[in-house]
């Protein structure tokens, strides 16, 4: 018997539906799960069908519940050097043109809270649960959880949850910011990949431009920020879906926007 895949890709329209497929793990993170799914945001990229992606976990459980703790055992240093210098799951989502969605569907912990927090946009699930619990481990969090949580949520509120370790539900993540909606299990990826539809059917050039230019604030002092959203409004107007959307608002009818 062959094993079964451990992301599973289906598309939904113009939305790629990706599933973290360790149900029995809680879908925690490991090296076979990492490298399959660094594949498919490769291919995700390059296919012009897939306009938005969704990310969401398998069983009723768990999203991602953090990192596969039995690869620490026994992992040196250098091993560790190792492992971080490959290409990370949290850049490729970052990176890519395509805007991402999170569909937390329940336990959200650790590297599957990092995760979460390299996509654009989060919706939970109303039992999802939150949290950074690695100083539980003696270790801090390691794929972007002390840099992208204080961006999202402020210091103190990050602070508090990188320091004590300690879960918060769906509507305090909501409270605090960290996720944009909080819907009912049964409608989580209905509502996810619904909004990925919406963003699909805006012009593919002008929505990876926004997403570059957005995601530079992060970092980027104001000035060079303000430079680079100049730059990249300039260049929407060499593409075919500026033409397209001008002319579509004055005939007032909706735009056939083709990503070029």
Same mark, same amino acid.
């Given at each position: 018997m062959t094993e079964p895949e451990v992301v599973l890709v289906e598309q939904r329209g113009r939305v790629a539906l990706v599933t973290m497929n360790r149900p029995e793990k809680r879908n925690a993170l490991d090296g076979q799960m990492r490298c399959a799914f660094l594949g498919v945001m490769d291919r995700l990229r390059r296919d012009a069908n897939v306009r938005a992606i969704v990310i969401t976990g398998a069983g009723d459980k768990a999203f991602v519940a953090g990192a596969d703790i039995g690869e620490f055992e026994g992992r040196s240093p250098v091993d560790q050097y190792r492992v971080m210098k490959l290409p990370t799951i949290f850049?490729?989502?970052?990176q890519s043109p395509k805007p991402v969605i999170a569909a937390v569907n329940g336990f959200c912990l650790g590297g599957g809270m990092e995760l979460a927090l390299a996509c654009d946009i989060r919706i939970a699930s109303s039992n999802a649960k939150f949290?950074?619990? %690695?100083?539980?481990?003696?270790?801090?969090?390691?794929?972007?959880?002390?840099?992208?949580?204080?961006?999202?949520?402020?210091?103190?509120?990050?602070?508090?949850?990188?320091?004590?370790?300690?879960?918060?539900t769906a509507e305090q993540a909501h409270t605090l910011g960290l996720v944009e909606d909080v819907v009912p299990p049964e409608v989580l990826i209905d509502r996810a990949v619904a909004l990925g539809e919406l963003i699909a059917s805006k012009s593919p $050039?002008? $929505?990876?431009?926004?997403?570059?230019?957005?995601r530079a604030a992060m970092s980027l002092p104001l000035d060079e920020g303000l430079r680079? %959203?100049?730059?990249?409004?300039?260049?929407c107007f060499s593409s075919d879906d500026k033409a397209e959307g001008v002319r579509a608002f004055l005939e007032k009818r909706a735009a056939d926007f083709k990503g070029r």
């Open positions: 850049d490729a989502i970052e949290g950074q619990p %690695e100083v539980n481990l003696g270790i801090i969090p390691g794929g972007g959880g002390t840099q992208r949580l204080p961006r999202i949520i402020g210091l103190g509120r990050a602070l508090r949850l990188i320091l004590t370790g300690e879960m918060i $050039v002008a $929505v990876a431009a926004a997403k570059e230019a957005t680079l %959203e100049t730059a990249l409004f300039q260049l």
